[in-house]
């Protein structure tokens, strides 16, 4: 199973109500705050990809929608429930023929939820968005559907003072836009788990400027585990975040450590990013800065510069890593009356297979 397949487990507001631990707010793709209980986002995309090994050159285009409602019954209970849709349909340029329309609709969340002193629980189907896990999270794709969430139970709890510890039990995987809607939790590509996943961890933050995060994982049937922590800080105007985690799946353990600096000056932010060992690990790669790549001793290196000019956002990145594969990218965004445009063009080598790929992206998002 890919990274995002998973567990982190992060956050909706329900579930860090209370205490002195703010809520982790969702990542990219979370829905704006709306009347009436509502919301959700409406979109439209086109991706042209070209690849050499194999020769391949395809555009696919679509269009997307999510709606969504949170309502609190009464005091203390609230209920979650999303829907998703997408028709997308793609042309390829290499064999001049069209493929099949793609039509999507999926339940990707419904819970109940409930908050009582510093203690808040969530039963039901919902997504994991990154925040107080280093390792999984719930993956959005171009067209802004969630590919992942997860049918379980978490538990949060905000009595220590700036500190939440959540436990959670996940017993399936619902994936999205396939031709099944349930599967079997796993660990980071390891044996599947009929019995589920236990999770448990916490994060603090006691020192300014400062949060610390650790968590672990533990698969029920297969006893593999994975365990992770990061420490980021402010120091003057650099964030700085450190990290690590290690597994053993199947018997094979394996390990990755890492660094993120970022240095804010003038109206540019430059990245700095680093990684090292022998497994990939998502944070770093949810960072825009290419994770580990396989094999033992392992390194990459990336950067990132980008910028808020006239109201436009602009972002030019570079990665490299130990096998000797790269990559370099672009990206422009601006917001008009509500509706946010961004488009990106990103080219990569690969070096183990000899194969280039050039990837240009365009899309236009409405969110209510």
């Known amino acids: ?53 194999p020769a391949s050159e395809v555009v696919t285009y679509g269009v997307a929608a999510v709606l969504g409602v949170t309502k609190e019954i009464f005091s203390g209970l609230t ?3 999303e829907l998703q849709g997408s028709i997308t349909k793609g042309y390829n340029v ?15 969340q419904l819970n109940l939820g409930y908050t009582f002193c ?28 969630k590919d992942v ?11 220590l003072p700036d500190t939440v510890v959540y436990g959670a039990y996940a017993y399936r995987a619902a994936v999205h836009g396939v031709s099944t809607t349930s599967a079997q939790i796993g660990l980071g590509g390891g044996a599947a788990n009929k019995s589920g996943v236990a999770i448990l961890g916490f994060q603090n933050k006691s020192f300014a400027d400062t949060t610390i995060t650790a968590v672990g994982y533990y698969g029920i049937d297969s006893k593999d585990y994975q365990v992770a922590g990061d420490v980021s800080t402010k120091w003057c105007d650099t964030d700085i975040s450190v990290g690590g985690a290690y597994q053993n799946i199947g018997a094979v353990t394996s390990y990755v450590a890492g660094a993120i600096v970022t240095e804010h000056f003038n109206s540019f932010d430059l990245t ?38 006239c109201g436009y956002k602009l972002a030019a990145w570079g990665k490299y890593r130990q096998d000797k594969s790269y990559e370099a990218g672009a990206s422009v965004g601006k917001t008009i009356s509500g509706i946010a445009f961004s488009t990106d063009v ?19 998002v409405y969110k209510f």
Not at 124 to 140: E, I, N
Not at 346 to 357: F, I, M, P, S, V
Request: proline fraction near 2%.
């Open 1 to 53: 199973m890919k990274k995002g397949l998973l567990l982190s487990i992060v956050a909706s507001t329900v579930l860090f109500a209370g205490g002195d631990i703010a809520p982790v707010q969702p990542v990219a793709e979370a829905p704006a705050a709306a009347c009436n209980d509502f919301y959700g986002h409406i979109g439209a995309g086109v991706i042209y990809n070209k690849t050499t090994v």
């Open 79 to 81: 209920v979650n429930a």
């Open 94 to 108: 290499t064999t001049s023929t069209s493929t099949a329309v793609v039509n999507r609709a999926n339940l990707t």
């Open 118 to 145: 510093n203690t808040a629980i969530k039963v039901g189907r919902f997504a994991v968005d990154m925040g107080l896990s280093p390792l999984f999270f719930t993956d959005t794709n171009y067209f802004g559907m």
């Open 149 to 159: 969430t997860v049918d379980g139970v978490m538990v949060a709890n905000t009595d």
């Open 272 to 309: 700095l990013a680093g990684t090292y060992g022998d497994m990939a690990y998502a944070k770093y790669t949810w960072k825009t800065l290419q994770a580990a790549g396989t094999g033992a001793n392992s390194w990459a290196f990336g950067a990132k510069l980008s910028t808020d000019l």
């Open 346 to 364: 990103r080219y990569r080598h690969w070096n183990a297979t000899g194969d280039n790929q050039t990837r240009v992206r365009a899309k236009a």
